[in-house]
């Protein structure tokens, strides 16, 4: 079947799908409920996802890259409020329906999409139930201070709260989890066990967290953790001015160390890499700064993100840097509200494998699905020039746009992909496909649309299509890719 005619099939199935997920997620208006301010003593909640997801992967010379799978998340929660402190409790039941069976393949054509990846981090189990978040909250120190203690989720790049909704979106969808995240877009999804501490000082906001991460993310296998695998974050961070809008800026390390007993990924010969068991030790260092002007003409944006890092990769040494520039502009009057943003973000690569220094910027424990919505790649030896357009036609739709000009920062590292570590073995979390000595890794065009029938309700649309270029060429034969997908969530 040629791929047009396949992707055609694909897609009317996952439409069909579609308007069964709208059937049972679509309620009455006068449903809507406006939300509570917090009570004391216990409350009950939780959320139920299901996507369905089609995958149409670049085309090896054998293997199942053409398929579509069904998941489902349920969450149930605790919460326990007293005057001065909280607890909280929460199960997770994630459900896998129908993953492909032939999608992974040796190297290097690999897994052939989220779905291969899921199946071999599986092994045939389809469900599971584990306790996603267990912690302590309260202020032992001072009213000003909050102390979380448990499991729970943490995303860096979000330490300031603003009201303003451009802030807001900003630093949830480009800022935050660039290095640390929870990769709840994956089913299973990512927890931290350890400790969270802010502290406000006037406008200022400290930030302290560490622990181990748990499994998870595509392992269904949710309740147990990473032992060997350490982190520990800390940042200050403060607002420009106490005007409306404003901005915010951010300075930031994390220290990771990973003892496992994997291959790392990396552009070394395999003999070398396997040879090499000794542990990641790395420091990452770097900041951000936001900053909103509202203009005559509309608002303008501007947004500054960059890290260093240094330390040990195996045998050897690890220095690495990452930036990102971005601007965007929302004209005032003008019909569906829109927003076009501008951006370069460069994650650095390795020059040469046998000079004994690491150069390919590692992105931790992030969320990469935020940055690489059609999660072919990850923020590592990457060059990424995007133009975006949303549209907001009104408080229930939104719609985006964006194209992407992808291209490896160096041509002697590979093409990365991954979200870090989530099993002690035999996935080292960042996998990696030979460039072949070319750059040009693909142009990604990609519509999403979200309807907000009611406040507890989301309704999502995601489409993509990737046009492979000369990097993808070297390991595919089709070097066209396409991902969809349609998603309900419910809150209660």
């Not at 995007?386 to 719609?399: A, C, I, Y």
Request: glycine share 10%; hydrophobic share 35%.
């Amino acid at each position: 079947m040629r791929a047009p005619e396949r992707r055609r099939r694909l897609l009317a199935r996952t439409l069909t799908a579609g308007a069964a997920l709208a059937c049972f997620g679509l309620a009455p208006a006068d449903a809507q409920t406006p939300t509570a301010p917090p009570q004391r003593g216990w409350s009950f909640g939780g959320s139920f996802r299901l996507r369905q997801e089609l995958w149409d992967w670049f085309e090896p010379a054998g293997g199942e890259h053409s398929y579509t799978f069904t998941a489902s998340v349920l969450k149930l929660n605790a919460t326990r409020r007293t005057a001065h402190e909280r607890i909280f409790f929460e199960l997770v039941q994630p459900t896998l329906i129908g993953l492909p069976g032939g999608a992974s393949l040796p190297p290097p054509a690999g897994q052939l999409g989220l779905g291969a990846a899921y199946a071999d981090a599986n092994q045939g189990q389809d469900a599971s139930l584990f306790v996603g978040q267990a912690y302590w909250e309260g202020s032992p120190f001072g009213s000003k201070d909050r102390l979380r203690l448990g499991r729970t989720e943490f995303s860096e790049g979000v330490e300031v709260q603003n009201p303003d909704p451009s802030l807001t979106w900003l630093h949830q969808e480009r800022i935050s989890q660039r290095l640390l995240g929870p990769f709840a877009f994956t089913h299973v999804s990512r927890r931290l066990d350890g400790l969270q501490f802010t502290a406000d000082r006037g406008r200022t906001r400290y930030t302290l967290a560490g622990g181990i991460p748990t499994r998870g993310a595509f392992d269904l296998n949710g309740m147990d953790t990473l032992p060997e695998v350490r982190y520990a974050y800390a940042s200050v961070a403060a607002p420009f001015s106490r005007k409306k809008p404003s901005g915010d800026a951010r300075l930031f390390t994390l220290y990771y160390n990973d003892a496992r007993d994997v291959v790392k990924s990396d552009n070394r010969p395999l003999p070398a890499r396997a040879a090499d068991t000794e542990g990641i030790s790395l420091a990452t260092f770097g900041g951000h700064a936001v900053q909103l002007w509202d203009l005559p003409t509309g608002r303008v944006d501007a947004l500054l993100w960059a890290a260093g890092q240094v330390g040990e990769w195996g045998r050897l040494s690890h220095r690495a840097y990452a930036a990102s520039a971005e601007v965007g502009y929302q004209p005032k009057a003008v019909p569906l509200r829109p927003w076009i943003r501008l951006g370069l973000n460069r994650y650095s690569g390795d020059r040469n494998p046998a000079d004994g220094a690491h150069e390919t910027f590692f992105p931790v424990l992030n969320t990469p699905r935020i940055y690489a919505r059609f999660p072919f790649f990850t923020l590592a030896n990457l060059n990424d020039t995007f133009v975006q357009l949303q549209l907001r036609p009104g408080r229930k739709w939104n719609l985006r746009l964006d194209y992407h000009d992808l291209r490896l920062a160096d041509d002697n590292d590979l093409w990365y992909g991954g979200g870090g570590a989530f099993q002690d073995r035999p996935s080292f979390g960042l996998g990696g496909r030979p460039s072949g000595g070319n750059r040009d890794l693909a142009r990604l065009l990609d519509l999403s649309t979200t309807y907000q029938p009611r406040r507890d309700t989301d309704l999502t649309l995601y489409i993509a299509y990737a046009a492979g270029g000369d990097v993808v060429g070297v390991t595919y034969r089709n070097v066209e890719g396409f991902y969809g997908y349609l998603e309900l969530l419910r809150r209660f």
